[in-house]
């Protein structure tokens, strides 16, 4: 899945949100996230964010941030 991290927080472009073909990303308060149970990894809101906010969870040290994408996205 990617994840939505630190740099979006009050960024909120949505350039992502109408590139993704599967509709994932959901708007907490602050920032936008991605669910990852409806993620494809498909890639392409990557090069969208101006921000560069959006990565993917193989990095390193985005545990907070998946967790944050998950819980933020759940309730909805
Ligand atoms: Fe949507 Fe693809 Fe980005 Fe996942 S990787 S959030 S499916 S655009």
Redesign the pocket.
Known sequence: ??VVTEACIKCKYMD?VE???????YEGENMLV?NPN?????????PECPAEA?LPDTESGLEKWLELNASLSASW
């Open positions: 899945t990617y992502c590139v993704c073909p599967v509709d994932c990303f991605i409806e993620c494809i990894d498909c890639g392409v809101c990557e959006i």
